[in-house]
């Protein structure tokens, strides 16, 4: 049995959408990241959860390489909660990640638990687990195809024709993620683990595991004399700190660090980092990713915190400074919900960075 011209033409345009989809998961097989994954709690570790010992809400966006078509928008948001007399953190995360070539979508919901464990009087730790479900589809609405077009004037004569497709390219799935955090007063060292069951994240119908995300960060906080901030019965401490920190991720054959350094002078944060894996080449290149520069607020001192954070990523890599690089922005604000004070000074908490 022959095809006709408009068989041939939905099968050829069916073939093209499974390459484009190849091609977007070739390209995505990667988790998003963000630059300010401190201020991204949640998303880094689900041992995090309920680490400052109080309520804690917020939200992040990126839009990474905005000046080219391959660009890439992930947004975060996420709440959080430290029940005292339990010693236990609940929190729930909600992740949308869009790669801007072939519209490709991926949002999880995820909900997560952690306990706190006092090991010495100087020494906690804090196992965690997250339990998500993910779903990943494609954007028919940003694609158009021959048919729609005039072919002697170019124009869109009919709208778009690929709705019938929109329910066969589509993957629903259940993730689970566990994380640990050792932490002292002035230092702290995580561990996460991603995917643990690598799901399979196809959504044309054939095997693909999401590869199983490992993440190692850690640091330290170096306290200076504090300044002052506000005056007379207003007047308490503002903190001065460094904080060297770093992240090494490693997924599938993805590998991945950040190392920098916080500057804080509150309300001030200042902070400098260098993304790549200098000792290790692909296809021999070296791995230098961006550098990345960051400006932020906070008022971490207060009974009731806000940080808003804003960053670059400045591209070194072969890709240029033309791709855009990356802009980020982050917003927490951090509150006491049943306790009407902040944890007391004599309690261990994370020093984390707050960006």
């Known amino acids: 049995m022959s095809l006709n011209r408009l068989q041939l033409f939905r099968v050829s345009r069916l073939l093209i959408i499974a390459l484009m989809l190849f091609s977007a998961f070739a390209v995505t097989a990667q988790d998003p990241q963000f630059s300010q994954f401190y201020a991204a709690p949640l998303y880094l570790n689900p041992a995090l959860t309920g680490s400052t010992g109080q309520a804690r809400a917020g939200i992040n966006y990126r839009n990474q390489w905005p000046a080219i078509d391959a660009n890439f928008i992930t947004m975060s948001a996420f709440f959080d909660y430290f029940i005292e007399d339990k010693s236990s953190g609940v929190g729930v995360i909600l992740n949308r990640d869009v790669e801007g070539l072939a519209g490709l979508r991926s949002t999880f919901l995820g909900l997560q638990y952690s306990y706190e464990i006092q090991l010495s009087k100087n020494l906690g730790f804090r196992p965690g687990a997250q339990v998500a479900l993910y779903n990943r589809d494609i ?121 920098g350094l916080y500057y804080t002078a509150e309300p001030l944060v200042l902070g400098l980092w260098y993304r790549g894996v200098p000792f290790k080449q692909v296809n021999g290149i070296v791995n230098n990713e961006s550098i990345v520069l960051l400006v932020g607020f906070t008022n971490i001192g207060a009974k009731e915190a806000l940080n808003i954070g804003y960053s670059f990523d400045y591209t070194i890599s072969r890709l240029g400074a033309g791709s855009g690089g990356a802009h980020e922005f982050s917003l927490t604000y951090t509150w006491p919900m049943r306790n009407p004070r902040k944890p007391p000074k004599d309690k261990l908490v994370i020093p984390c960075p707050d960006f």
């Open 139 to 259: 954007n028919f609405n940003r694609l158009t195809f021959g048919d729609q077009f005039d072919p002697a004037t170019g124009e869109i004569i009919s709208p778009q024709t690929a709705e019938q497709f929109r329910t066969n390219f589509s993957k629903t799935f259940v993730d689970l993620s566990i994380g640990g955090v050792f932490f002292t007063r002035v230092a702290y060292l995580g561990i996460a683990a991603f995917h643990l069951n690598t799901p399979n994240q196809s959504i044309i119908d054939e095997r693909s595991p999401l590869p199983v995300k490992l993440s190692v960060h850690g640091g330290f906080k170096y306290y200076m004399r504090p300044g002052v901030k506000g005056s007379g019965i207003y007047a308490r401490e503002a903190e001065r700190s460094l904080a060297p920190a770093f992240q090494f991720r490693h997924q599938g054959q993805f590998d991945q660090m950040d190392l």
